[in-house]
């Protein structure tokens, strides 16, 4: 409850940091609709009618004021609700987010653990070659490697959209090559450290198979941080969604964001920004209750 009370002032702060800060970056929104060759009369009824004629303090109690009571403003550049167009291109983001977390988690998971029993091996060297690429290479990197290799050299996969599965590979395996790299060796690190542990090494000199206490024990004892980590990415993951969804034309709430920007269109901008927040406070918020589930420790410290 402690943690729900927090969401508000939470969104608060970054609805009056978004709105300082778009004030205060340079354009005019107003030139860029009605083009420069415009009336100044034009310009001036616009502004007054889009409330851009005011210091921007001046104009915050009315933005909060709307933001209270639900309502995000109207786009500057759709003459349309910004719910109603955040809302119809949320679907898309959690959907390439999703599919990039789970990629992720079922790779990275298995293959930290088994590089974790075989320290040393060709095995934990590749897994942590693997981790390496995938901190080390950006998303606007990887992401047009991906489209060279697999859509123009190989002919398999399509460049852009949203019109299929097939659509959603490579843009999936892009978002998801940065958390890949990070779970890989926080598992592995992790499990070298619950394999080490004194009840296991007594488990296994009473006979315990490697299978057992590895699955059983160690991957028990290891998970809270990784769970920590996977829910603090799965927020990441739609911020970096900008990025890729920009790359491969993906109808997302993150290129609605960049045409935002380049619009100057501060309504639906604050909109994007906020949606993205209020998800990453409820993924946060629901992996502590789950971090809370596999250790009890955190429950009594709560």
């Known amino acids: 409850m402690r943690r729900l009370a927090t969401i508000v002032p939470t969104l608060l702060g970054v609805a ?4 300082a800060f778009l004030h205060a970056v340079p354009g005019d929104p107003v030139e860029i609709m009605l083009g420069e060759s415009a009336a100044p009369a034009d310009v001036a009824a616009m502004r007054h ?5 005011r210091p921007w303090p001046a104009e915050l109690p009315r933005f ?9 403003g109207t786009s500057l550049a759709y003459r349309a609700p910004v719910a109603g167009l955040v809302a119809a291109r949320f679907p898309a983001t959690l959907e390439l987010a999703a599919a990039a977390l789970v990629l992720a988690v079922v790779i990275a998971i298995p293959l930290g653990t088994v590089a974790a029993t075989r320290p ?3 095995l934990d060297r590749m897994a942590r070659g693997v981790s390496l690429v995938g901190v080390s290479v950006p998303s606007f990197v990887s992401g047009p490697l991906l489209v060279l290799v697999f859509s123009i050299a190989l002919g398999w996969l399509p460049i852009s959209g949203r019109e299929g599965p097939a659509t959603l590979v490579l843009p999936a395996v892009t978002l998801a090559l ?22 296991l090494r007594t488990a296994r000199a009473k006979g ?19 769970v920590t980590v996977v829910g603090l990415q799965a927020g990441a993951l739609l911020a970096g969604a900008v990025v890729t969804e920009t790359i491969f034309a993906w109808p997302g709430v993150g290129r ?6 380049g619009a100057r269109d501060y309504p639906l901008v604050q909109g994007c920004v906020l949606t993205i927040a209020m998800t990453y406070v409820v993924v946060n918020l629901a992996t502590d209750i789950v971090h809370g589930w596999l250790d009890p420790r955190v429950r009594e410290d709560a």
Do not use: C, K, N, W
């Open 49 to 53: 009618a889009l409330g851009l004629d």
């Open 256 to 261: 609605l964001l960049m045409q935002a920007i």
């Open 16 to 19: 009056v940091l978004v709105f």
């Open 208 to 226: 315990a198979s490697l299978l057992r206490t590895t699955i059983v024990h160690a991957l028990r004892s290891a998970l809270p941080p990784v």
């Open 178 to 199: 940065g958390m890949l790299g990070i779970l890989v060796r926080l598992t592995r690190t992790a499990m070298l450290e619950a394999l080490s542990a004194d009840h």
């Open 64 to 72: 909060v004021g709307r933001l209270a009571r639900g309502d995000l």
């Open 120 to 122: 040393g091996s060709l």
